[in-house]
């Protein structure tokens, strides 16, 4: 058995403008731009005491911005403002646009430090549209 040193490889985090349809894996730090809750249902003490809530944020760097789809707990972490790290994101298509979004095997947390740039907010990855092609060879 192999003895664990104890040191863990350092994350390599991605700029907004290097996402992909497709793609997964990403480590972001970005700040919230904006987010409003657009799935609120269940209650506390309900059926099974679940409750089920969905925000889309308006994350971004200083080379774009995306939608960033929170879930659950991720909606608390997602305040206007706020720097956040990303770890283990993917990007998920809707209706032909980008979205990021984190599952139960990444982590969204509050960042250590808040962030020192300025989100560029002119360069919307979610509004560009991508079309599925199939080639034939």
Do not use: Y
């Not at 990021?100 to 982590?107: C, H, S």
């Amino acid at each position: 058995m192999a003895a664990d040193s104890g040191a863990r490889r350092q994350p390599t985090f991605t700029k907004v403008d290097q996402l992909r349809p497709g793609t997964h894996g990403h480590n972001l730090i970005v700040k919230v731009v904006d987010s409003k809750m657009v799935v609120q249902r269940g209650r506390e003490g309900g059926p099974q005491g679940r409750q089920m809530r969905i925000a889309e944020c308006l994350v971004g760097d200083e080379t774009g911005i995306i939608v960033f789809t929170a879930r659950n707990d991720q909606v608390d972490v997602m305040k206007p403002g706020t720097t956040v790290e990303l770890r283990n994101a993917k990007i998920d298509m809707f209706k032909g646009s980008m979205r990021l979004a984190v599952d139960k095997w990444g982590i969204v947390k509050a960042a250590e430090s808040s962030a020192e740039f300025t989100v560029k907010e002119d360069n919307n990855l979610s509004l560009i549209e991508f079309e599925l092609v199939t080639v034939v060879e």
